[in-house]
């Protein structure tokens, strides 16, 4: 008898031991990691350089508050600037947390109310980021949401000029809709988004918790685009699994996020911001975003030459963030990959997704294409 909550629908598997894209459970069954605690530990289980830092960090000083000047988060968030369009960060502890702070200094800075997000989006479960995701069934049972929050469909800029006024502070997306279903959005409609934005004095706000930390093959995907958000949000990968997320803001909205403003009583701690600081100083590295970006590509190859079932409608991605939308439902599909030692994702009832660590090599890829095209 468990006396968790049961809002999970959890696997029968329990994890005893991880390393890279390798979980070993608690019979001593070997998985091929592809999920990566949903895209967190971009850079595997166990990593040495993260794990090294943080053991330095924990001898040191764990947490105080930021009632004190804290030189990890300083750090954290000069790396963050020098790696993004944005000049200040704030930092709180999740990806939902990260969209509510954006929200808030969105509504702030502009004095006006209006969130416009996408339809199939998903923001997270806070009451702020739990009402700009676009998705009924994330709703179901808690209305009334907040007000001034309205859904545009993705990848079509007239829907999202039908719902423009003079009340819009924000618009919010994110550039490859990920619980959605993996849907990349099209260059010409971000652009289009973009001077949309820029004509009405509206604000854009990138939802890179799941995109960004390398993830697609650049620093964050919007580097994919002709784009420069005012704001991004970061989580996910931020700290390899250790809780932190991160709001990146462009100099103008300084005054807006003065003292008392805002704030999170674990937001950047020594312990976090260590964690950030050490995964973003392997992930950032040139050569390791190229890796990714050929990874990305050879995977993408090889899953198109493979996968050769009709069951297979269409494979969408970019770097190593991909969906395989399929013409039915994938969940029994996801199960029998488990049997067979092979973790995959689900994102909406049709699509597998595969978030592999970073660090993932050809020769993982090749063998879960193997799996794959064998289930399919
Ligand atoms: C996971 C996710 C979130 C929510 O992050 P949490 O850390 O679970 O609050 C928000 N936006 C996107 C795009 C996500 O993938």
């Not at 976090?272 to 990714?292: G, H, N, W």
């Amino acid at each position: 008898m468990s006396s968790i909550f049961p809002t999970y629908a959890r696997w029968d598997v329990t994890v005893q031991r991880a390393e890279g894209a390798t979980l070993i459970d608690t019979d001593g069954k070997e998985y091929l990691d592809f999920t990566s605690g949903i895209g967190v530990c971009n850079l595997g289980h166990n990593h040495p350089i993260v794990n090294k830092k943080i053991k330095e960090q924990l001898d040191q000083v764990w947490h105080v508050s930021n009632l004190f000047h804290i030189p990890t988060q300083e750090q954290a968030a000069t790396i963050l600037t020098e790696n993004t369009c944005g000049d200040y960060v704030f930092f709180c502890n999740s990806g939902a947390e990260g969209n509510e702070a954006a929200i808030k200094l969105a509504r702030k800075y502009t004095g006006k109310s209006k969130i416009i997000s996408f339809k199939q989006s998903f923001h997270g479960r806070t009451f702020g980021s739990m009402s700009a995701t676009g998705q009924e069934k994330i709703h179901e049972g808690y209305g009334p949401l907040l007000e001034q929050f309205e859904y545009a469909v993705f990848n079509d800029i007239n829907s999202v000029k039908s719902l423009v006024d003079n009340q819009v502070a924000a618009v919010m997306i994110e550039v490859i809709q990920g619980e959605g279903g993996v849907h990349p959005a099209d260059p010409r409609f971000m652009e289009e988004l973009q001077q949309l934005c820029i004509d009405n004095k509206i604000l854009l706000i990138v939802d890179e918790v799941q995109t960004g930390i390398g993830r697609t093959g650049k620093a964050f995907a919007y580097e994919h685009y002709d784009l420069s958000p005012d704001i991004i949000v970061s989580a996910k990968g931020l700290g390899n699994g250790f809780p932190i997320g991160a709001v990146i803001g462009k100099e103008k909205l300084k005054e807006a996020f003065g003292p008392g403003s805002h704030g999170s009583t674990y937001g950047g701690n020594p312990l976090a911001t260590t964690a950030a600081c050490a995964v973003m100083s392997q992930v950032f590295q040139p050569e390791f975003l190229k890796e990714v970006e050929v990874k990305g590509n050879y995977f993408m190859e090889l899953l198109n030459e493979k996968l050769t079932s009709t069951f297979v409608n269409e494979i969408k991605g970019k770097g190593l963030m991909v969906g395989i939308e399929c013409n039915g439902e994938v969940g029994s599909l996801l199960t029998e990959m488990r049997e067979k030692g092979f973790l995959a994702l689900s994102a909406g009832p049709n699509v597998i997704r595969l978030l592999p660590p970073l660090t993932v090599t050809k020769e993982q890829l090749k063998s879960a294409v193997s799996v794959l095209a064998e289930v399919l």
